[in-house]
């Protein structure tokens, strides 16, 4: 999308942070879909991406919903789904009535000051931030690997 819309790069980000600050004074609740498309094994290969069952994250919206709303959030609710039965097409067969299971796995990550920093200017912070992200991220894919693991046996 990008390649063929360059002029558009970086205006989600900013649309981010303007929605941002518009919740500084209505309380809300902010969902970030990091990973920022339905994994297919194509995509992984096209994004090189060094995990087994998920696509790279893209820290860039979080960051900012953390940067400009951050010290209203004390916690930051992850939460992993996983479609064992149904895992090459799940919206489809959820679509069509052959989704069969899903399995849910929520924590509760703390929000700490090491999260909030500018992610645009910061070098720095914006390296420290993407480690963090891909350090959940692997997490992540570890229970994704085990869930599947034991819904073949």
Wanted: hydrophobic content about 30%; some cysteine; aromatic content about 10%.
């Amino acid at each position: 999308y990008l390649l063929r819309h360059p002029e558009r790069r970086g205006k989600d980000v900013e649309t981010t942070r303007r929605s941002c600050e518009k919740f500084r004074a209505h309380p809300t609740t902010i969902v970030n879909f990091v990973e920022g498309s339905r994994f297919t094994e194509e995509k992984q290969q096209q994004a090189r991406s060094p995990y087994q069952n998920l696509l790279s994250p893209k820290a860039a919206g979080i960051a900012m919903a953390l940067s400009v709303l951050g010290s209203q959030f004390d916690k930051l609710l992850n939460v992993t789904l996983c479609y064992p039965e149904n895992n090459q097409k799940p919206f489809y067969d959820m679509l069509s009535g052959r989704l069969t299971r899903i399995v849910v796995r929520v924590s509760l990550e703390p929000v700490t000051e090491e999260l909030h920093g500018d992610y645009v200017n910061d070098k720095n912070f914006k390296r420290r931030f993407q480690c963090w992200l891909n350090r959940l991220w692997e997490e992540k894919d570890r229970q994704l690997t085990e869930i599947m693991q034991q819904a073949e046996k």
